[in-house]
């Protein structure tokens, strides 16, 4: 739902920050980001448990698992976790975006295409507003991503272990 433009406001409403805020966080995929942290793992789970079906093909190929079952394992859910890595990175890149834009004292916007952009300053209750939104909304957002790529990694760390010592 589309919020009503700020008053005396040039930008386009679809390119307002605000708006452009609203959006994100309705829309597919980055919705899952507001998730409580049971749900939200649930569904990086299900990101990671499709992503073996082109991973565990590949570590099958390299690792038979009738053969060498620790190393089909841990180079299948690595794999695997190439595909939660790219969906983060999808979601940071998006939320970090609309953060920088709502963070900003300035709009950068265009009116009819790429050629003619324009900058609009916002007034000092706007930026206030945006502000509150970034520290209460969209950081919290931000540091569970951050969360989630440290956890990761530190499962790669792990599954670099177990390999060496197996």
């Not at 502000?131 to 931000?142: F, G, M």
């Not at 569970?144 to 010592?165: D, E, K, N």
């Amino acid at each position: 739902m589309m919020r009503p433009s700020v008053s005396n406001c040039p930008v386009p409403i679809d390119q307002q920050p605000l708006n452009e805020y609203e959006e994100l966080k309705t829309s597919w995929l980055f919705c899952d980001c507001i998730l409580n942290w049971r749900d939200y793992i649930m569904k990086m789970l299900w990101i990671w448990g499709l992503s073996w079906l082109v991973a565990g093909p590949v570590a099958a190929a390299s690792f038979p698992p009738h053969k060498q079952l620790v190393h089909f394992i841990l180079s299948g859910a690595a794999g695997a976790s190439l595909g939660v890595v790219l969906v983060l990175v999808r979601l940071f890149l998006g939320w970090n975006y609309v953060r920088d834009r709502l963070y900003s004292p300035t709009v950068f916007y265009e009116e009819s295409g790429w050629y003619d952009g324009q900058t609009w300053t916002k007034p000092e209750e706007v930026i206030m507003r945006d502000r509150l939104i970034v520290t209460y909304e969209i950081k919290p957002i931000l540091q569970r991503l951050q969360f989630t790529f440290a956890g990761l990694a530190g499962m790669f760390v792990i599954g670099t272990i177990v390999w060496q010592l197996s």
